[in-house]
Structure formats: structure tokens, C-alpha cells
């Protein structure tokens, strides 16, 4: 596991967003994450857990950069990704959404997407292998596939650009119950086969307890918990956190302090 | 030049009254309630039209280069300004934008048609170049109006597979792609139909002028044809160029959707006071 030595592959400090949000038909800025801080380091399997609305899938696509944050910064490998090319940061950081959002065309077009962009060959029947989708699918149109096989897709097609960290917002919320245990072995045996580094979002406690290393509850836009999962799951630090566990948090709990929208600066 | 065509008198033209008179009288029976509108159209009819007749009579008797080039000007910018009206969402940027789009497609185009293919000489005769202009400049607006209107909705459509291919590493040029597209050819629809039907539904406007004013109704098709090309190219031109600079205004330099693309005219009045995700994008 993690030395204190070893730099973090990916790191918040800090970070609060803030974004517009139409209120009686005006637009007036509101917090979403709250100087949040966490790290993980290289070859872990974090878990964010939370209410929804807690601001997880702001937390990815402030890695990914398809958000800017108001404030703090985000580390890769120990650089702020703000001076990184964004677009060479996205094919370091990949993404996988909630819907796949697929692109027109077929399976193997939407795997090869990310290398041809940069003019780079691509065997798509390896990585639909690496995520167990058959060479039979490849020409097929790929928003025509079932759910659970789009998600594949959209896995592959993530790991077709080669990332050191996977970013998954909630890839087992559209699939059934066991669409959702295999796509969770799939990123077990994906974790340990290429060494990633995973952050997967997830509402789902039973899902982040068989893969999760590391947990991070965010309530709010906050962090309250970050903990390693074994002792986040048997003997939570906080109030909040034994409360989550018991299925006593929803969306639009209090949170911290009691002032949730506390604001950055 | 003898006239080779009838005058209107201020006379004729209080009886031609008439008949937008029957018009209101069957708003009137019907209740259709447009008696009152159709009365304003009717006076904004007759002082626009006057105005415009007016001034390009000045035009026309100074027959000076300068005055059509400021006459040209003129209708570029009020274009412009019309086809930055018609989008939906901030409006920023956007009449600057659509101005200069309808500049290139029609300035290019129109030095063709009157340099090459009339060989208007001197090449500002306003009797030429003033109509003609007045052509394109107008289909390039509503070309440059529909691409963008069509871009953006598009962009907000496909948003998850715009972003999806942002996270991948796609540019924002090859991200909207597929959305570009559909604009482009939202745009160029309404000219390519009308290349198919033209002549056999509706005389166009130009050709009509020309044959009362006694042309051969031979020799006033072939100005039409020029007419239909020139308006493909200038539309072709205009679009393009208003489409992918639009790309500039829905998507930020690092390639991400812009922030204010989800939200309508509001967003103007959330950076008047001092919103914070404007600055942030810049």
C-alpha cells in the first residue's frame, strides 16, 4: 500500500466550484464542493460516497478537466493539471460516464475513438476482449447494444486511450443487479491486470464495499470521511458517516455544521 | 430610355389602399382581431419603403463609390444585427460574429458577380450592385442565423456525446463535429430547395422586376441564374465561416462546453453582476 513517501497520483487541495444555478429566473452562484481535500495514491480503488447532490460528479470532471475549479488546485503525479495540455490530461485521466453517452457509429469506431484522434492505430478487438465484449459486436452499431453492453463499451473505449486513472461516475446505476456484480468484477480484475488507479463514484454501499481501497463521504460538497475502506466500513470517525452507513443520510440532509453552503473566500 | 414601364402616382397608390382594406374587413368578419396590426404594417410599409426609396434615389444620383460602399455597409451591420437577434441564449460576441460572417460570403460573392461575371464597369454602379448586394446579403443572414441557432441547440442536445468525446481527448472542433454539421446543412436547406424549384413554383422576386420594367423575360432569366448561384456561394461562405467561429462561443479554449450554453439571455444579467463562472472560463 501507500508510503508517506510516495507521491499521490492524484490530488485535491482545497478545491471548491461554484457554479450558476436559475433561481426564480435569475441565475445566482452556488456551492458545490467546499474546499474539499483528498489523495490517492497510485494503484488504488477510491470510492466516493455521498447523498446525491453531495458534488461527486463535479469532483470528476474538475480531474478531467470538462470543469474548471473556482478555487484550490488538483495534482497529477504531483503536477497541477492546470498547466498540463488538457487534452493530454484527458487521455491520462479517463472517464467513465453514468450513461455511456455512445458516439454514432459502431462498437469498434466508438473503442478506436480516442487513439484515432491522435492518428494513433488502435485494436479494438483487444480492449472489447479486455472488458469481455465479444469480436461478433464490433461492427455492430453501438447505441444498439443492450445497457449493459453500451457500459462495456464505454469502458473499453476509456481504456483504449491507455489512462493511469479511471474516473467512473456510478457505472453500475443503469444496470440491473447483475449487470452491475459483473461490470464491478470487471474493474477488480481491470485494476489488478493494467495497475490503474480508479476513482468511481457510487451511491451504492454494498458496491463500493467490494472494491473500494480508500473512501472518501462528501455531504454536501464537503469531505467528512476519508478513510481507509476497511475501517471506514466497520467503525466510521464520524456521526455523519455512521449515519450514511445506516442509510439515514439522503439528498437533502443537513450537512456539516449546519451551514452546508458555506461559502469559499 | 424611353419607360418601358407604367409609373405609380401617389394617386394609384392611395387606391391600391383598397386592398389591404378587403384584408382588414375579413379580419374584421372573421374576428381575427388583426385589423390593428394590419394597420401598423401598412404605415411601417409605406415609410420604410419610402425611407429606403428616398435614400437610394441619393445613392444613385451621386453615383459616387463612397456612398455605396457606406450604403453597403450599412445593410451588412443591420444583417448582422438581425441575425445576432434571432439566436436564443447570451448574445455576446455574436453580432460582431455574424457580421463578419455575412461580410465574407457576400463580399467575396459580390465581387465575383460584378468584377467577373457582369463586368460592371465602373464597378460601383448602384444599379447593379446595390439590388444584387441587397440579394445576398440577405439570404447570407438567414443562412448564418439558421447555422448557428441549429449549432447550438445541437451542441445542447448531444451534450453527453459531445463531452464524452471532450473526455476522450477530442478537440472542441472534433467533439461538435456531428453537431456542426447538422447546422451547416440546416443552413443551406432552404437554398438548395430553392435551386430545385425555382421557375416552377414562384417567379423570383428580381426576375419579376425585371421583366415589368421590360426586360426579355430571356435575358432575365440568365440574371437569375447568376442570382441562384451567387446566393449558394455567398450562403456556403457565410455559414461556414459564422459556424465555426461560433464554436469559439460555445465551447471554452480548453475544450470544454462553455458554462453559460445551458441557460438562456439570463446569463448576461448574471455576468452584469458579477458572476463568477464567466470569469473562471477566461
Same mark, same amino acid.
Given at each position: 500500500?501507500?508510503?508517506?513517501?510516495?507521491?499521490?497520483?492524484?490530488?485535491?487541495?482545497?478545491?471548491?466550484?461554484?457554479?450558476?444555478?436559475?433561481?426564480? *429566473?435569475?441565475?445566482?452562484?452556488?456551492?458545490?464542493?467546499?474546499?474539499?481535500?483528498?489523495?490517492?495514491?497510485? *494503484?488504488? /480503488?477510491?470510492?466516493?460516497?455521498?447523498?446525491? #447532490?453531495? *458534488?461527486?460528479?463535479?469532483?470528476?470532471?474538475?480531474?478531467?478537466?470538462?470543469?474548471?475549479?473556482?478555487? #484550490?488546485?488538483?495534482?497529477?503525479?504531483?503536477?497541477?493539471?492546470?498547466?498540463?495540455?488538457?487534452?493530454?490530461?484527458?487521455?491520462?485521466?479517463?472517464?467513465?460516464?453514468?450513461?455511456?453517452?455512445?458516439?454514432?457509429?459502431?462498437?469498434?469506431?466508438?473503442?478506436?475513438?480516442?487513439?484515432?484522434?491522435?492518428?494513433?492505430?488502435?485494436?479494438?478487438?483487444?480492449?472489447?476482449?479486455?472488458? #469481455?465484449?465479444?469480436?461478433?459486436?464490433?461492427?455492430?452499431?453501438?447505441?444498439?447494444?443492450?445497457?449493459?453492453?453500451?457500459?462495456?463499451?464505454? /469502458?473499453?473505449?476509456?481504456?483504449?486511450?491507455?489512462?493511469?486513472?479511471?474516473?467512473?461516475?456510478?457505472?453500475?446505476?443503469?444496470?440491473?443487479?447483475?449487470?452491475?456484480?459483473?461490470?464491478?468484477?470487471?474493474?477488480?480484475?481491470?485494476?489488478?491486470?493494467?495497475?490503474?488507479?480508479?476513482?468511481?463514484?457510487?451511491?451504492?454501499?454494498?458496491?463500493?464495499?467490494?472494491?473500494?481501497?480508500?473512501?472518501?463521504?462528501?455531504?454536501? *460538497?464537503?469531505?467528512?470521511?476519508?478513510?481507509?475502506?476497511?475501517?471506514?466500513?466497520?467503525?466510521?470517525?464520524?456521526?455523519?458517516?455512521?449515519?450514511?452507513?445506516?442509510?439515514?443520510?439522503?439528498?437533502?440532509?443537513?450537512?456539516?455544521?449546519?451551514?452546508?453552503? #458555506?461559502?469559499?473566500? | 430610355?424611353?419607360?418601358?414601364?407604367? +409609373?405609380?402616382?401617389?394617386?394609384?397608390?392611395?387606391?391600391?389602399?383598397?386592398?389591404?382594406?378587403?384584408?382588414?374587413?375579413?379580419?374584421?368578419? $372573421?374576428?381575427?382581431?388583426?385589423?390593428?396590426?394590419?394597420?401598423?404594417?401598412?404605415?411601417? =410599409?409605406?415609410?420604410?419603403?419610402?425611407?429606403?426609396?428616398?435614400?437610394? $434615389?441619393?445613392?444613385?444620383?451621386?453615383?459616387?463609390?463612397?456612398?455605396?460602399?457606406?450604403?453597403?455597409?450599412?445593410?451588412?451591420?443591420?444583417?448582422?444585427?438581425?441575425?445576432?437577434?434571432?439566436?436564443?441564449?447570451?448574445?455576446?460576441?455574436?453580432?460582431?460574429?455574424?457580421?463578419?460572417?455575412?461580410?465574407?460570403?457576400?463580399?467575396?460573392?459580390?465581387?465575383?458577380?460584378?468584377? %467577373?461575371?457582369?463586368?460592371?464597369?465602373?464597378?460601383?454602379?448602384?444599379?447593379?450592385?446595390?439590388?444584387?448586394?441587397?440579394?445576398?446579403?440577405?439570404?447570407?443572414?438567414?443562412?448564418?442565423?439558421?447555422? %448557428?441557432?441549429?449549432?447550438?441547440?445541437?451542441?445542447?442536445?448531444?451534450?453527453?456525446?459531445?463531452?464524452?468525446?471532450?473526455?476522450?481527448?477530442?478537440?472542441?472542433? $472534433?467533439?461538435?463535429?456531428?453537431?456542426?454539421?447538422?447546422?451547416?446543412?440546416?443552413?443551406?436547406?432552404? =437554398?438548395?430547395?430553392?435551386?430545385?424549384?425555382?421557375?416552377?413554383?414562384?417567379?423570383?422576386?428580381?426576375?419579376?422586376?425585371?421583366?415589368?420594367?421590360?426586360?426579355?423575360?430571356?435575358?432575365?432569366?440568365?440574371?437569375?441564374?447568376?442570382?441562384?448561384?451567387?446566393?449558394?456561394?455567398?450562403?456556403?461562405?457565410?455559414?461556414?465561416?459564422?459556424?465555426?467561429?461560433?464554436?469559439?462561443?460555445?465551447? =471554452?479554449?480548453? +475544450?470544454?462546453?462553455?458554462? +453559460?450554453?445551458?441557460?438562456?439571455?439570463?446569463?448576461?444579467?448574471?455576468?452584469?453582476?458579477?458572476?463568477?463562472?464567466?470569469?473562471?472560463?477566461?
Amino acid at each position: 500500500m501507500s508510503t508517506v513517501a510516495t507521491v499521490p497520483k492524484l490530488q485535491f487541495v482545497a478545491v471548491s466550484k461554484e457554479r450558476p444555478v436559475r433561481i426564480a *429566473g435569475k441565475l445566482r452562484d452556488e456551492p458545490i464542493l467546499h474546499k474539499v481535500s483528498f489523495s490517492l495514491a497510485p *494503484g488504488e /480503488i477510491l470510492c466516493l460516497l455521498g447523498p446525491s #447532490g453531495a *458534488g461527486k460528479s463535479t469532483i470528476l470532471r474538475l480531474a478531467n478537466r470538462l470543469e474548471e475549479p473556482t478555487a #484550490g488546485r488538483i495534482f497529477l503525479d504531483g503536477q497541477n493539471i492546470a498547466s498540463l495540455d488538457v487534452r493530454e490530461l484527458r487521455r491520462r485521466v479517463g472517464m467513465v460516464f453514468q450513461v455511456s453517452a455512445l458516439l454514432e457509429g459502431t462498437v469498434a469506431e466508438n473503442i478506436a475513438f480516442g487513439p484515432q484522434l491522435r492518428q494513433q492505430e488502435c485494436d479494438a478487438a483487444r480492449y472489447a476482449r479486455m472488458v #469481455g465484449l465479444g469480436e461478433e459486436l464490433l461492427p455492430r452499431p453501438a447505441t444498439e447494444l443492450s445497457v449493459g453492453q453500451q457500459q462495456r463499451v464505454g /469502458i473499453a473505449r476509456a481504456l483504449a486511450n491507455e489512462p493511469e486513472v479511471l474516473l467512473m461516475d456510478e457505472p453500475t446505476s443503469a444496470l440491473d443487479v447483475a449487470a452491475a456484480r459483473n461490470v464491478l468484477d470487471l474493474i477488480r480484475d481491470l485494476y489488478r491486470q493494467l495497475g490503474l488507479t480508479v476513482v468511481i463514484v457510487t451511491h451504492v454501499l454494498e458496491h463500493a464495499r467490494a472494491v473500494a481501497d480508500h473512501v472518501v463521504l462528501l455531504v454536501h *460538497g464537503s469531505v467528512v470521511e476519508d478513510s481507509p475502506a476497511g475501517e471506514f466500513f466497520t467503525a466510521p470517525r464520524t456521526e455523519i458517516g455512521r449515519r450514511y452507513l445506516a442509510g439515514e443520510l439522503q439528498g437533502g440532509e443537513e450537512g456539516p455544521g449546519g451551514s452546508p453552503h #458555506g461559502r469559499g473566500n | 430610355m424611353a419607360d418601358a414601364y407604367i +409609373h405609380i402616382t401617389f394617386l394609384d397608390l392611395a387606391i391600391a389602399l383598397v386592398l389591404v382594406g378587403v384584408a382588414m374587413a375579413i379580419s374584421r368578419w $372573421q374576428r381575427l382581431d388583426l385589423e390593428r396590426d394590419m394597420g401598423i404594417g401598412t404605415v411601417r =410599409t409605406f415609410i420604410q419603403l419610402l425611407a429606403v426609396g428616398l435614400i437610394l $434615389q441619393q445613392i444613385f444620383d451621386a453615383d459616387r463609390w463612397y456612398w455605396v460602399l457606406l450604403a453597403l455597409a450599412v445593410m451588412i451591420s443591420v444583417a448582422g444585427w438581425n441575425a445576432m437577434k434571432r439566436q436564443a441564449g447570451t448574445r455576446r460576441g455574436l453580432f460582431l460574429l455574424m457580421t463578419i460572417a455575412i461580410f465574407l460570403g457576400s463580399v467575396l460573392t459580390l465581387a465575383i458577380v460584378v468584377g %467577373v461575371v457582369l463586368r460592371v464597369r465602373p464597378w460601383y454602379q448602384p444599379q447593379y450592385v446595390i439590388p444584387i448586394a441587397g440579394m445576398i446579403i440577405g439570404n447570407a443572414m438567414n443562412g448564418s442565423a439558421l447555422a %448557428v441557432n441549429r449549432l447550438r441547440s445541437e451542441l445542447q442536445l448531444r451534450r453527453a456525446q459531445v463531452e464524452a468525446a471532450l473526455a476522450l481527448g477530442a478537440s472542441s472542433r $472534433q467533439a461538435a463535429a456531428p453537431a456542426l454539421r447538422e447546422g451547416l446543412r440546416a443552413a443551406m436547406m432552404p =437554398t438548395v430547395n430553392s435551386m430545385m424549384t425555382v421557375g416552377l413554383v414562384q417567379l423570383p422576386g428580381m426576375m419579376t422586376g425585371q421583366i415589368i420594367s421590360g426586360a426579355r423575360p430571356a435575358d432575365a432569366v440568365r440574371y437569375q441564374i447568376v442570382v441562384m448561384l451567387m446566393i449558394a456561394a455567398a450562403t456556403a461562405i457565410t455559414t461556414m465561416s459564422a459556424a465555426f467561429q461560433a464554436l469559439r462561443i460555445y465551447f =471554452t479554449p480548453q +475544450h470544454q462546453l462553455a458554462p +453559460h450554453l445551458e441557460f438562456g439571455s439570463e446569463w448576461d444579467e448574471y455576468l452584469r453582476q458579477g458572476g463568477r463562472a464567466g470569469k473562471s472560463v477566461l
